[in-house]
């Protein structure tokens, strides 16, 4: 018997933040829901190329959640070890 296909994904704020959020998925949210974009910039899992985007394409509260992580990347002398930031409200 064939199983019928799961139902779409409710693409929410947790949803864009989840490290375990695929990538195709998150990829999604950032080229179609720009209400969420600035909740993939706090996704441990965003890669710098899909940072690059998110800058370049913006969206709401997106410049403010760049800067938030950029600045907590150099108190933390962080490189590319992007650390999640979970006490910050975007």
Same mark, same amino acid.
């Given at each position: 018997?064939v199983? /019928?296909? %799961?139902? !779409?994904?409710? =693409?929410?704020? *947790?949803v864009?933040?989840?490290?375990?959020?695929?990538?195709?998925? +998150?990829?999604?949210?950032?080229?179609?829901?720009?209400?969420?974009?600035?909740?993939?910039?706090?996704? /441990?899992s %965003?890669? !710098?190329?899909? =940072?690059?985007? *998110?800058?370049?394409?913006?969206?709401?509260?997106?410049?403010?959640? +760049?800067?938030?992580?950029?600045?907590?990347l150099?108190?933390?002398?962080?490189?590319?070890?992007?650390p999640?930031i %979970?006490?910050?409200?975007?």
């Open positions: 018997m199983e /019928p296909p %799961a139902p !779409p994904i409710e =693409l929410t704020p *947790l864009a933040c989840s490290a375990d959020t695929a990538q195709d998925v +998150l990829w999604h949210i950032a080229e179609y829901a720009p209400q969420l974009r600035k909740w993939l910039v706090a996704n /441990p %965003a890669t !710098p190329a899909m =940072l690059e985007y *998110l800058a370049q394409v913006g969206g709401p509260g997106v410049p403010e959640a +760049l800067r938030i992580l950029l600045k907590s150099e108190m933390n002398g962080s490189g590319s070890d992007q999640f %979970a006490s910050t409200a975007l």
